[in-house]
């Protein structure tokens, strides 16, 4: 069992966890591309919920992962990478389809 890494995965787990809940919350910096690529002018006319609802998602998603990778250390579970790819696969499909929404309802 390796200590180090699991110590590492948690860590990760707790702050993605943390930033998801601030997002959750629309509190703190909006952690999402359409914010940070967003000009001056286009921020002051942002409707800024979609998007902290669409990172604050993706975190906990985030979150998921590397506690499954946490336990995965732990259990050594040889069928844990399937939890992981579906996952992955989930955040990456919910990513795409919630930003084509968001676009579509401007």
Do not use: H
């Not at 998801?20 to 409707?47: H, P, V």
């Not at 906990?60 to 506690?67: V, Y």
Request: aromatic share 16%.
């Amino acid at each position: 069992m390796d200590t180090f890494g699991i110590i590492v995965c948690i860590c990760l787990a707790v702050a993605a966890y943390i930033l998801s809940s601030f997002q959750f919350r629309e509190k703190g910096i909006l952690l999402n591309n359409a914010w940070l690529y967003a000009s001056a002018e286009e921020r002051s006319t942002m409707d800024k919920k979609p998007y902290y609802r669409q990172s604050g998602i993706v975190f906990a998603l985030i979150g998921i992962i590397f506690t499954l990778n946490a336990a995965w250390i732990i259990t050594d579970f040889k069928y844990m990478l399937y939890f992981f790819i579906a996952i992955v696969a989930i955040m990456v499909i919910y990513a795409v389809v919630s930003t084509i929404r968001i676009e579509m309802k401007k």
